[in-house]
């Protein structure tokens, strides 16, 4: 499984950039981010977590509300982040192969809508 | 028939045997543990698999709002553009990236099709171009980038990029 070996939190355009080990970059917006959030909370009970997002997730625009707006990301063992947004939500934690599962570019869209 | 078979079957089963199953067994078990313990060793050094975490803070112009009053009516999803004015992407210009049907724009390191993608610019993100134009794989391409952060910078291929007058 590849790694980050680098992730940027663009306050000002409120993006979080994922540089991989593989050359590849994700970009994020924080509003997408907190609505993937794959806590127990959020994904409905402790069997849903972890699970991918559907298709409508990404078409969804981006929004500037506090439940939005990312207050904190820290990294978790080596294995992960965790976000703490402004409502003061900090359940979440983002695996690195969950996060490369949901990267948002045409390219990993395209993989995923074809099973890859 | 299978008595007899039974029968040469215990004559080879005694207690030597027995004893140098399990010995195997176990050597077995051993090496096993030793081969886990090593691969895990090598894939997850301590330490070495944290990535760099760099944060970059709201300009001044788009000030985070902590305290922002709960009634907040939430920001347009993307700011309805006036048509774009025609013009010739020039060095000092500001594109926009359009056209893209929300895919995002790769921003690259060379001016070709085969160089690394340093970035992936989002639709109607508006870029400087500092240099170009320059040719490859049957493309024009200028080299942009971010006004605002000067991080995300690259390559992009002209017929994606839209020159604006006002950033
Ligand atoms: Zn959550
Ligand atoms: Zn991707």
Redesign the pocket.
Known sequence: MTKPTGITVNRSRQEVIVQWGDGHTSLFTFSFLRRV???A???GGHDQMGLLPGAEVYALPPEDTPAMRLRKLEPVGTYGVTIEWEDG?H??IYQWQFLRDICPCAECRAQAEHGG | MMERLFETFRKYITLPVIAGGLLFALGLFGVTLLLLSASRGAADPVGASTPLINIIPASTATPLAPMSPPTQTPLPAAPTLPPLPPGTIAVGAYVQVNGTEGDGLRLRTEANLSSQVAFLAAEGDVYQVIDGPRQGDGYTWWYVIDPYDQSPQGWAVATYLAVIQNP
């Open positions: 959030c794959p806590c909370e959020c994904r939500h359940y979440g």
